[in-house]
Nanobody, 122 residues
């Protein structure tokens, strides 16, 4: 079965960096679209970034120039490099996968990880 496991979250000061990873198993990783979403307390889960199986990338405006999504098909891993972090980036970050859906709408993704907490202090 499809399994997605996020790691790399933590507490960082504003202006700092974190690198999130999503380890995938149970499916042909290279043929799936992958995405990162986040959910802050009291808010809906929102799109952050995505990379299609063809390598196209998408970002929400608030992270453009600061976050970089990447994938390593040989290692079945997707990463999100987050630089210049801001307190408003604080959220639980989730990776998502779908063979055809994406990139922006969470309803387009069938498979989800359990999330990793990112906290940015001011």
């Amino acid at each position: 079965q499809v399994k997605l496991v996020e790691s790399g979250g933590g507490l960082v000061q504003a202006g700092g960096s974190l690198r999130l990873s999503c380890a995938a198993s149970g499916y042909t990783f290279s043929s799936y679209n992958m995405g990162w979403f986040r959910q802050a307390p009291g808010k809906e889960r929102e799109f952050v970034a995505a990379m299609t199986w063809t390598g196209s990338t998408y970002y929400t405006d608030s992270v453009k120039g600061r976050f970089t999504i990447s994938r390593d098909n040989a290692k079945n891993t997707m990463c999100l490099q987050m630089n210049s972090l801001k307190p408003e980036d604080t959220a639980v970050y989730y990776c998502a996968a779908d063979p055809r859906g994406g990139p922006y709408a969470r309803d387009e993704y069938a498979y989800w990880g359990q999330g990793t907490q990112v906290t940015v202090s001011s």
